[in-house]
């Protein structure tokens, strides 16, 4: 409020883009951060995913009050409006990145090497990278991206990693608007 996100400052759009280029990155390298617990001896999936639904909390207060709407209004109705996928699926997204970064990068480094030594191995591992990959591809119908193929379906010349995102942010925005025509 105090950089002119109230009603004499910024149009709606601005500040809702300014929270996305400011604000959501830092939210995610936190969601990152704190999600850590999930890698490690002492696992506990309940609180890693408090953790994120905190922050989607958070996100969600934050948008309310830049739209100036009530504290009542549910939060898939908030990401309607403002644009933007549940923390929970952005970090999917980023993963996914990351993942298509570093296959379509140098074959020699260290990380490519550790994620086929442990895709070889996905049966062993519980946890890690390899596995939230796995995990993802599966959920989104998009098993052709963890193998490294490009489906019949789409021109080769195109990225499919973005039909991938393309289908994730489809399938919040119908479950939103299932929910907000549900109230």
Not at 19 to 34: D, G, M, N, T
Not at 161 to 166: D, F, N, S, T
Request: glycine residues 4%; positive net charge.
């Amino acid at each position: 409020r105090r950089h002119g996100f109230n009603k004499n400052g910024f149009r709606i759009k601005s500040s809702i883009r300014l929270y996305k280029l400011l604000v959501r990155p830092i939210l995610e390298f936190s969601a990152q951060s704190l999600t850590y617990a999930f890698y490690c001896q002492s696992f506990n999936a309940q609180e890693s995913s408090s953790n994120i639904k905190k922050l989607e909390h958070l996100q969600t207060q934050v948008f309310k009050t830049l739209i100036n709407c009530p504290r009542s209004t549910s939060p898939a109705i908030v990401r309607l409006f403002c644009g933007t996928e549940p923390l929970a699926r952005r970090l999917d997204i980023l993963k996914l990145r990351y993942f298509w970064k570093m296959v379509n990068g140098p074959a020699d480094i260290i990380t490519l090497k550790t994620f086929k030594y442990r895709k070889e191995r996905l049966l062993e591992f519980s946890k890690g990278f390899a596995r939230d990959i796995f995990n993802i591809c599966t959920r989104y119908n998009a098993i052709h991206l963890w193998h490294g193929e490009v489906p019949s379906r789409l021109n080769p010349l195109l990225n499919p990693l973005k039909h991938v995102v393309r289908i994730i942010i489809s399938q919040n925005l119908r479950k939103d608007l299932d929910i907000g025509r549900a109230r």
